[in-house]
């Protein structure tokens, strides 16, 4: 199994700010998929954000953009102008399409925005 | 966003018994569906890899006779805990891939076992 390090269990930031959350991953694999996906109290797992390995240019999707760096094996992903429904867990995961498409976790941030 | 519908949400089963989990992918065929655990405030756990016509994958660790799963048709897998006992008691998560990539994964709203 590939391993996925999510070094910030529990996180804060006020509405309206930024904030950055951080994973790493460790595979010997050139070409992979690396996500963010959001669990919000509900449990039912959304994505936030995909990046493929293969191309340079950061992804971003509205407030959510990520700062993937292949060499050093990081995928932070950070939020701008925070909002009160971004409260949930945040988890960093990463998937091989070479061995079987298996999506592999981290540990999980707890993020709260306060009001 | 294509949808993976999960059944029962919640279950309660006395200690001993059987109880099956279904995943169905309403709006695309998913020749690979994916099993996970989770734990309080903890990560998904992947348990087994479900491939429509072939017998499952299973990680290492995961009892294969006690986590029967079945995936009959391009929509369906089904997660068959048996003989429940009470550490069977957690969250179950089911996941589909669209898509020839495998790369658009799509989740279950989870099903809370509860072994008493």
């Known amino acids: 199994a590939q391993t996925v390090t999510q070094s910030q269990p529990e996180m804060s930031v006020q509405e309206a700010e930024t904030v950055t959350l951080s994973c790493t991953y460790d595979?010997?694999?050139?070409?992979?998929?690396l996500f963010w996906y959001k669990q919000p109290p509900s449990r039912q797992m959304i994505l936030v954000i995909r990046?493929?390995?293969?191309?340079?240019q950061n992804a971003t999707e509205n407030r959510f953009s990520v700062n993937f760096q292949k060499a050093a094996k990081s995928f932070s992903l950070k939020i701008s102008d925070s909002q009160l429904g971004d409260t949930a867990m945040y988890f960093c995961?990463?998937?091989?399409?070479?061995?079987?498409?298996?999506?592999?976790f981290g540990t999980g941030t707890s993020l709260t925005v306060i009001p | 966003g294509a949808v993976v519908s999960q059944h029962p949400s919640w279950v309660i089963c006395k200690s001993g018994t059987s109880v099956k989990i279904e995943c169905r992918s309403l709006?695309?065929?998913?020749?690979?569906m994916f099993w996970y655990r989770q734990f309080p405030k903890q990560s998904l756990m992947l348990m087994a890899t479900?491939?429509?016509?072939?017998?499952?994958?299973?990680e290492q660790g995961v009892e294969k006779d006690k986590f029967l799963i079945n995936h009959a048709s391009l929509t369906l897998s089904t997660l068959t805990v048996t003989s429940a006992h009470p550490e069977d008691s957690s969250f179950y998560i089911c996941?589909?891939?669209?898509?020839?990539?495998?790369?658009?994964?799509?989740f279950g709203q989870g099903t809370r076992l509860t072994v008493v």
């Open positions: 595979t010997s694999e050139n070409n992979y998929y």
């Open positions: 709006d695309f065929q998913a020749t690979t």
């Open positions: 995961a990463f998937m091989n399409p070479n061995t079987g498409n298996q999506f592999y």
């Open positions: 990046q493929e390995a293969y191309k340079q």
């Open positions: 996941s589909a891939l669209r898509g020839p990539h495998g790369a658009e994964a799509f």
């Open positions: 479900s491939n429509e016509g072939s017998k499952a994958t299973y």
